[in-house]
C-alpha cells in the first residue's frame, strides 16, 4: 500500500528545546562532527487504493491544518512513497 509522508519542522525563529538537547549530547556519545539539530516531526499517512492527486491534495490540506501548528511549524514536506 502507498504511504503519504508528511514532514513537519520547527520554524527557524522557533527554539527547539529537544534539538538542543540532541546536539549537547551527541559528542557525550561520540559524534563530534554536528553543530545543530533541528527537530521535528513525520507522520505516515496510508492509503488504500492509487494515491490521486486530490488525496495528496487532502494530505496538504490535513498537513497544513491539523498535523501542524503554522504558528510554529512548517510543513517542509508532503510526498508519496511507494511500499512495495
Known sequence: MPRIIVEVMPKPEILDPQGKAIVNALPHLGFE?????????????????????????????????????????????????DQR
Request: a negative charge; zero cysteines.
Open 33 to 81: 562532527e554536528f553543530s545543530a539539530v533541528r527537530q521535528g516531526k513525520r507522520f505516515d499517512l496510508t492509503v488504500d487504493g492509487e494515491v490521486t492527486e486530490e488525496i495528496l491534495e487532502q494530505a496538504r490540506k490535513a498537513a497544513a491544518e491539523m498535523l501542524s501548528n503554522p504558528v510554529i511549524e512548517d510543513v517542509v514536506d508532503v510526498r508519496v512513497e
